[in-house]
């Protein structure tokens, strides 16, 4: 009977630091959470815990990217959109934790967005990487010209 009942526990405490293994994650990086994002007409800026900050000017982006992961970033999300201004300017924004309403208003007003492909591009499964937009006339940051 003792046995049995150190077989259980064994059991209990092996699926407790399996589901905290799961959360806690030594490659999470805290000064990486957003501490604040806007988005207005003109650009989206976000700042990090640690004081970093990456901004994209709306007149400047020439491609966006959907990235999905499946494990969470810092702020939680297991998707963001990459704002490419170029290869070394833009923006993370990360989705499903408190801003998709406001970047997607702003992304749905640059010439050619297609709401519909974001959606379906946010209906696949993780890891992914999908350019969901290209500025008309130009061949993106990750393209070689």
């Known amino acids: 009977m003792i046995d049995i009942i150190t077989l259980v526990v064994a059991a209990i405490l092996l699926v407790v630091m399996i589901r905290w293994m799961r959360t806690w994650s030594p490659r999470r990086n805290p000064g990486s959470v957003t501490a604040q994002l806007s988005v207005d007409d003109e650009s989206v800026r976000r700042t990090m815990a640690d004081g970093r900050e990456e901004t ?4 400047d982006v020439t491609e966006i990217e959907l990235v999905q992961t499946p494990v ?10 990459m704002l490419a201004e170029d290869e070394e300017h833009g923006c993370l924004v990360p989705l499903g934790v408190g801003w998709d309403a406001d970047v997607t208003r702003q992304m749905s007003r640059l010439p050619g967005f297609d709401l519909r492909k974001f959606d379906h591009a946010r209906g696949g499964r993780a890891p992914a990487r999908t350019v969901i937009w290209q500025r008309p006339g130009t061949s993106g940051p990750g393209s070689a010209d």
């Open 72 to 81: 969470k970033t810092a702020d939680g999300a297991t998707e963001f959109v």
């Open 56 to 59: 994209a000017h709306w007149r």
